[in-house]
């Protein structure tokens, strides 16, 4: 059982009133772990990112062939050429690859599905009226995977075969050109169509937001979905066309954030994501306006305020940014045309040591298994805990009277943690950064 520490929610308070900037200013790379992956040798450049339960980066190049990356291994492989031999095919689009399962990739082509599982490929489009298979997402009630194919509609994949969602018939729209889907949590289905706006579906009721029902399609009329999130609060990001960003709240309210609204550095927006507590996107340049900000930014979901984290003065490879993806670790994939950038964000704001203060070592760091505190005298009882990047308590205990302590963290995955460390009823805690291998 984990639960939150009361206290770290403070300093993170705290640490984030402290790295807010103003609007105009790039940020500093101060609140993250910032580490860059290695370069692949490629004549295309990286577009779409997805991280598995295992940790290996699945990637579509712009090419749209697939490629693997074992942060482990330091090693790209290739995947195109070999399905394209299984299946007899002269040429792979690939569109979208979706985590299943631990052991099942899904991967959207111009053929259907292919799914990759074990080195071994299999190919689904029994069902379908057109094979494109544009864009898919797992149902997170069924376990279903569901497609979208443009002017076909919307289909599910159960028993080995897809099958047409019958409901859209109630909408009675000729022509309704799907354009992505996804789901809340609860299963909840919302899809968008070029020219209709966006629909929800929820307990066998559609509902559809237009520009007369409070939605904001600024390039005339035109919804197609480029991206969407939903944070915190249950509300839903969308990106529709070089739009901004609409905002759909969990009281059925539509805003809107934009240039003209003040919010943004630019309308043109392509990806959105909710990570470490706040709303980030990534904005296109302005071909016309080379001042124009563009790359990589945060919005803080309580003020609207936008922090811009340029290449410049951050590892971010370049500001020509295709993709930003959460991993399973609850890192953040920025996915530059150069290569990609994993941000770890940090939970406290690390307390110094006095110089009237014990000296604590903690080590080895990077660990392994077993993680070793030392102190310079012998003390008095001593309380510890261990957070993930979360803030959530995943190990606790306490010593006296020594000068060294052990604590397990072998059955612990890779990734950033935090020892905090009490020492009397008075003292301030002290918070050591340490990195699982």
């Known amino acids: ?147 979208t194919h443009g002017l076909s509609g919307i289909s599910f994949f159960s028993d080995g075969v897809f099958s047409d969602f019958e409901a859209l018939d109630e909408l009675e729209i000729p022509s309704l050109n799907v354009d992505r889907l996804w789901f809340e949590d609860d299963g909840s289905l919302w899809f968008t169509a070029w020219d209709e706006g966006v629909f929800q579906y929820v307990d066998g009721i559609f509902k559809q937001y237009t520009e007369e029902n409070g939605l904001d399609c600024v390039l005339g009329g035109n919804c197609t979905c480029w991206s969407f999130t939903e944070d915190q609060y249950d509300s839903q990001w969308l990106v529709l066309a070089y739009s901004g960003l609409q905002r759909f709240s969990s009281t059925g309210e539509w805003s809107y954030y934009s240039e003209s609204t003040g919010h943004l550095p630019n309308d043109k927006i392509s990806k959105v994501i909710f990570f470490d507590n706040d709303i980030w996107f990534v904005a296109a340049p302005n071909l016309a306006d080379d001042s124009v900000l563009h790359g990589l930014f945060k919005m803080d979901i309580e003020t609207y305020e936008v922090t811009h984290y340029d290449s410049e003065n951050t590892p971010i490879l370049s500001n020509d940014i295709w993709d930003i993806h959460v991993d399973p670790q609850g890192r953040l994939c920025v996915v530059a045309e150069e290569g990609i950038t994993v941000l770890t964000p940090w939970p406290t704001a690390v307390s110094p040591i006095a110089d009237n203060e014990l000296a604590i070592e903690v080590f080895p760091n990077p660990v392994s298994d077993i993680l070793n505190i030392s102190v310079g005298e012998t003390m008095g009882k001593t309380n510890y805990e261990l957070l993930d990047i979360s803030g959530r308590r995943l190990l606790a205990g306490s010593f006296e009277n020594t000068t060294a302590a052990k604590i397990d963290m072998g059955h612990l995955t890779k990734g950033v943690y935090v020892l905090v460390l009490r020492s009397g009823d008075e003292a301030p805690p002290s918070y050591h950064k340490i990195h699982k291998d």
């Open 1 to 147: 059982m984990t639960e939150k520490c009361p206290i770290i929610y403070a300093f993170v308070l705290l640490a984030l009133s402290l790295f807010i900037p103003n609007p105009d200013l790039s940020a500093q790379s101060e609140g993250y772990d910032w580490e860059t992956l290695p370069v692949w040798d490629n004549d295309k450049f990286y577009y779409r990112v997805t991280v598995d339960s295992e940790g290996i980066y699945w990637i579509i190049d712009s090419g749209y062939r697939i490629h693997t990356f074992d942060p482990v291994t330091e090693l790209y492989e290739s995947h195109s050429e070999n399905i394209k031999d299984a299946f007899g095919w002269s040429t792979l689009i690939s569109y979208k690859i979706t985590e299943k399962s631990p052991d099942e990739m899904w991967v959207s082509t111009n053929h259907g599905a292919v799914v990759i599982s074990e080195g071994e490929f299999m190919h689904y489009s029994d069902g379908l009226g057109i094979p494109n298979m544009e864009w898919s997402m797992v149902n997170p009630v069924t376990g279903d995977i569901w497609s």
